[in-house]
């Protein structure tokens, strides 16, 4: 099991305070507000110092229900993306899960804590390199793949959940392909300023189910078989 963030965090330049563990239940309360139900998630993120992901110029804002950037133009999605996500991809303990955009590494770790088998593919080799960094210093153990997220990762596909954390102009024919029949995969689709996100299950080798939730923004996904 990873060791406890305290333990971990003793040295580190940031550490999690008093403060910031009150910040982090408070927004917990916001998000079950919000409709986020699973208390599984909760604890997760509850648990996750958010802080260590971003910037220090907003470390005071770490807690606020807001996306911020991170480096190499991208950013770190907003509590309640992550928490309805990772909600509606229904984690079991052992689940091997695909997240498309590694990113700051925070929906990973957050899915890690929930204890699936995860592979994480980032295209931005300044992005992979510190999120690769950061998931190691966590005391997790995950698979950290360096490419095109659009096309997915074939080499240890089928996935029993599959997560996208960019948005897609359409639905990439890889990412269903690579999923097990009866698996769940969440994704963003719509053009550059807007997105819907999607839910769906695959229910045989040739089909799937579709539902179309919430507006959300997301930096896009960018590869293959997207932008």
Request: net charge positive; hydrophobic share 40%; glycine share 8%.
């Amino acid at each position: 099991m990873p060791l406890s963030i305290a333990s971990l965090f003793c040295k580190a330049i940031m550490e999690d305070t008093y403060k910031d563990r009150g910040a982090r239940k408070r927004l917990i309360q916001e998000l079950r507000t919000k409709g986020i139900v699973d208390e599984k998630v909760l604890t997760a993120m509850l648990k996750i110092p958010r802080h260590f992901f971003i910037q220090s110029e907003f470390r005071s804002h770490a807690y606020q229900d807001k996306a911020f950037k991170i480096d190499a133009g991208q950013t770190i999605s907003q509590p309640y993306t992550v928490a309805y996500q990772t909600q509606l991809l229904q984690i079991e303990p052992g689940d091997k899960v695909l997240e498309v955009g590694t990113g700051s590494a925070y929906q990973s770790i957050i899915l890690l804590e929930l204890g699936v088998n995860l592979f994480t593919i980032e295209r931005q080799e300044e992005l992979f390199k510190k999120a690769h960094a950061r998931i190691s210093k966590f005391g997790y153990k995950a698979t950290c793949i360096l490419g095109d997220g659009s096309k997915g990762y074939i080499e240890a596909a089928p996935y029993d959940k599959i997560i996208v954390t960019a948005g897609a102009p359409v639905l990439p024919d890889s990412l269903i392909n690579q999923l097990k029949v009866g698996g769940i995969l969440i994704i963003p689709i719509g053009d550059s300023k807007i997105q819907k996100m999607h839910s769906i299950v695959k229910t045989s080798a040739t089909t799937f189910e579709e539902i179309t939730l919430e507006n959300f923004k997301f930096v896009p996904l960018i590869g293959e078989q997207a932008w």
